[in-house]
């Protein structure tokens, strides 16, 4: 067996301590890239009351941008279904998604894509994603007849931001 001279073996050591720095250090990089969508904040059900400015029908626009026709229905103190429109009228439903609070956390759902709330107000809400979901988007309370939907997609100096004009549209309030 071949002797190992001391100031080797502390070449090893120190080689083997950098080498499980550099394998925790990467195994909690990815754990927080992992939980970096998550949101945060908890909320309660009177947080959650401060949405009921989206019960009704809405029309929304944004220039160059096809129309949007959404009507939120409040079912709980908990849970908003929204049902998505292809016509003005309301009555021609092409999809369905919810907004709701479970676990003092608020999430959205359309189709695959789960967005959570980072932030809840009495005039506004932001989501960022979470499952099958690239873009964030923001609710902002304008009046008791329109709103904001901001949509931001991209990444840093290529991001494309949408900015819908919600207003109260025919159908059931």
Same mark, same amino acid.
Do not use: K
């Given at each position: 067996?071949?002797?190992? $001279?001391?100031?080797?073996?502390?070449?090893?050591?120190?080689?083997?301590?950098?080498?499980?720095?550099?394998?925790?250090?990467?195994?909690?990089?990815?754990?927080?890239?992992? !939980?970096?969508?998550?949101? !945060?904040?908890?909320?309660?059900?009177?947080?959650?009351?401060?949405?009921?400015?989206? $019960?009704?029908?809405?029309?929304?626009?944004?220039?160059? $941008?096809?129309?949007?026709?959404? !009507? /939120?229905?409040?079912?709980?103190? &908990?849970?908003? $279904?929204?049902? /998505?429109?292809?016509?003005?009228? /309301? &009555?021609?439903?092409?999809?369905?998604?919810?907004?709701?609070?479970?676990?003092?956390?608020?999430?959205?759902?359309?189709?695959?894509?789960?967005?959570?709330?980072?932030?809840?107000?009495?005039?506004?809400?932001?989501?960022?994603?979470?499952?099958?979901?690239?873009?964030?988007?923001?609710?902002?309370?304008?009046?008791?007849?329109?709103?904001?939907?901001?949509?931001?997609?991209?990444?840093?100096?290529?991001?494309?931001?949408?900015?819908?004009?919600?207003?109260?549209?025919?159908?059931?309030?």
């Amino acid at each position: 067996m071949r002797r190992v $001279e001391p100031g080797m073996r502390l070449f090893i050591r120190t080689l083997a301590l950098a080498a499980s720095c550099v394998v925790i250090a990467a195994g909690t990089a990815t754990a927080q890239l992992a !939980r970096r969508d998550q949101p !945060r904040t908890p909320f309660a059900a009177t947080d959650f009351a401060h949405l009921h400015w989206l $019960e009704g029908s809405w029309i929304g626009t944004a220039p160059g $941008e096809s129309p949007l026709y959404e !009507r /939120f229905h409040f079912t709980t103190d &908990s849970t908003a $279904e929204i049902t /998505f429109f292809r016509d003005s009228a /309301f &009555s021609q439903p092409t999809g369905t998604g919810r907004v709701y609070l479970t676990v003092g956390r608020v999430y959205h759902t359309y189709g695959s894509g789960r967005w959570g709330a980072t932030h809840l107000d009495s005039a506004s809400i932001f989501f960022i994603p979470q499952l099958n979901a690239h873009n964030t988007f923001e609710w902002a309370y304008q009046s008791a007849d329109e709103w904001t939907s901001t949509l931001r997609s991209g990444v840093a100096g290529h991001e494309h931001v949408t900015v819908y004009h919600m207003r109260r549209g025919g159908g059931r309030r």
